[in-house]
């Protein structure tokens, strides 16, 4: 795939030195130029999809700048971002008329810098949920704003045809549909975290998996005895379900993967254990600088007391997975005096989830994985009880209760 060209104009050598670096590392191609009296000239060999151009330089100024991309035809495409330590109203606007398609404010964190690039260029990920619930599926009238669909969670790359996967809970059944209704033939792979109901039980109802000339792949850990394959050829098998996987009309191939880091189809997927009865694993997509993991089924055990901490190790293995990431969709199955009930069951208290978040920079945090006691109520009150606890601990992290329906942009 060809990569997007970001082109940085700044008499300042040491933004550009910093701006080279970050967009370089976000997979992009970088041009930084110094001069703006000789910029036009470089940019029009350049042609860059995003110039970014600082509005107050010795020669031309920024907005000029812009006006002459503008003006272009070559670079008619060619969108640009001014960015300045001027918060004139004023300046904004006049920007504006220029033709710019964004100001930006110095100083700046350059997470927001590329945040604003990716959307600019239509490039962020889109992760929309079709299933978020625990362990069954829970059709109630109790359950109706975040939605009795278990795991299944579709993930949107720009430019990317195929359809990325992950668990195929009873919320795959929906995804199915509105796959169909865009186009008949799809290509695609489908993530599995493990092998419990929960997660594979929508299966026999992805109706895009019925129709020849489709094709997907299924990946996921193999269980401690036989393969995944054989796990989901047994599910689709008598007296369980009538119709056979090999009847299913597309093509799907299998995949066993385990810890470590895999190259999927130019995806660049990583993997851990997670904390959860039998084989289970927790996923990392990278994507032009962009983390999202993906770990619905997790205990994160709280610290031991009296200075003991068997599980130090484990939760500092975790800590590192989910380190700096843009997303984490994780486990929060219990409430916190759930719990103690329930140590060892494989799922986590969401205060557990909230506070290793935050120790691993996480951006955004997606509780997830709702126990399938917790009616749309008790999920508003842990939505609250959430915001609070951040807020009290003055916690600076996105954190949400994860909705069926919802589609986020990452
Ligand atoms: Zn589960
Ligand atoms: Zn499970």
Redesign the pocket.
């Known amino acids: 795939m060809e990569l997007k060209r970001i082109a940085v104009v700044d008499d300042d050598e040491g933004i550009l030195k910093i701006l080279h670096k970050v967009f370089s590392k976000a997979g992009y191609e970088v041009l930084t130029l110094s001069r703006s009296v000789e910029a036009m000239e470089a940019l029009l060999r350049f042609r860059p999809h995003l110039a970014f151009i600082d509005l107050m330089m010795p020669g031309i100024d920024g907005i000029t700048l812009c006006g002459q991309i503008k003006a272009s035809q070559e670079l008619s495409s060619t969108k640009v971002i001014i960015f300045s330590a001027k918060k004139f109203l004023a300046d904004r606007r006049t920007a504006q008329q220029m033709g710019a398609d964004a100001y930006f404010e110095k100083p700046f964190h350059y997470r927001d810098l590329l945040e604003k690039a990716r959307s600019i260029l239509l490039e962020q990920i889109r992760v929309r949920f079709w299933g978020v619930r625990?362990?069954i599926p829970t059709p109630s009238p109790r359950h109706v704003l975040y939605g009795g669909n278990?795991?299944c969670i579709q993930v949107r790359i720009p430019d990317r045809e195929s359809v990325l996967i992950f668990d195929a809970?009873t919320g795959i059944r929906n995804l199915g549909h509105f796959l169909l209704s865009k186009r008949r033939s799809w290509h695609g792979h489908l993530f599995l975290?493990?092998l419990?109901w929960?997660?594979i039980h929508g299966i026999p109802f992805f109706d895009p998996a019925y129709l020849t000339g489709n094709g997907f792949m299924i990946l996921g850990p193999d269980p401690p005895k036989g393969s995944l394959q054989e796990a989901i050829e047994i599910q689709m098998s008598t007296p369980y379900f009538p119709v056979g996987l090999q009847d299913m009309g597309a093509q799907l191939t299998f995949r066993s993967i385990t810890e470590g880091d895999h190259m999927v189809d130019g995806l660049e997927i990583s993997c851990i254990a997670a904390n959860?009865p039998g084989s289970t694993l927790m996923y990392r997509l990278r994507h032009q600088g962009c983390r999202l993991i993906y770990a619905?089924?997790n205990e994160i055990e709280p610290r031991g007391k009296g200075g003991m901490d068997p599980m130090a190790g484990a939760r500092e293995k975790m800590r590192s997975f989910f380190e700096g990431s843009d997303l984490l969709i994780h486990?929060a199955q219990y409430l916190p005096d759930e719990y103690d009930k329930r140590r060892g069951w494989g799922?986590s208290s969401w205060t557990e989830v909230v506070e290793m978040a935050s120790q691993a920079n996480v951006r955004r945090l997606i509780l997830f994985?709702h126990d399938q006691h917790h009616g749309d109520e008790d999920l508003d009150a842990l939505s609250e009880s959430c915001q609070a606890y951040l807020y009290e601990r003055r916690i600076a992290m996105t954190a949400s209760v994860a909705r069926e329906g919802e589609e986020l942009l990452v």
């Open positions: 625990g362990s278990t795991p809970g975290t493990h419990h929960d997660h959860h619905p089924d486990d799922h994985h």
